[in-house]
């Protein structure tokens, strides 16, 4: 565990305010669902609940499909990092934390397909060896929940709306699997 040096006060009502600097670094936001774990040593653990993790091993058997499926390199991602993979080593994106301009695109709510000679879009923090390809966001009750990301080849060769229409397909499933 890494000491931040800030100390807080809990209040009357039994708050304490997670500091902005710790919140923009975790990228937690106003309404994010967080779990609270304590240890026998008296440490309080609060940690980012992600809803997508309670499928990760659902999440990576589809993904494994649609990589077998289309020959294509695939990925499934919660709000903050890669839960699934296929078509790839793990070690290179499993866990890792998405980036901002694939967080932006879930928060747009609408699906991406990378345009031939356009920007490329990297899937994590400090990887800039794999791109999205199509990014379709998966939305549960309202809210984004993640991403299904088929990730562009060396060659960088456009998707077809059949690649289109499954990730739109597979992220709305995954959204619906959420709800019940």
Sequence with gaps: MKATGIVRRIDDLGRVVIPKEIRRTMRIREGDPLEIYTDKDGEVIFKKYSPMGELSAFAAQL?????????????????????AVSGLPQRDLMEKRIGEELEKIMESRQVYQHKQ???????????????????????????????????LAENGAPFSDTEYKLAQTVAGFLGKQMES
């Design 63 to 83: 993904c494994d499909t649609l990589g077998k499926t289309t020959g294509a390199m695939v990925c499934i991602c919660d709000r903050d990092a890669v839960i």
């Design 117 to 151: 000679g356009g920007t490329k879009i990297p899937v994590s923090d400090g990887q800039e060896k794999y791109h999205a390809g199509i990014a379709a966001p998966i939305v549960a009750e309202g809210d984004i929940s993640g991403a299904v990301v088929f990730l």
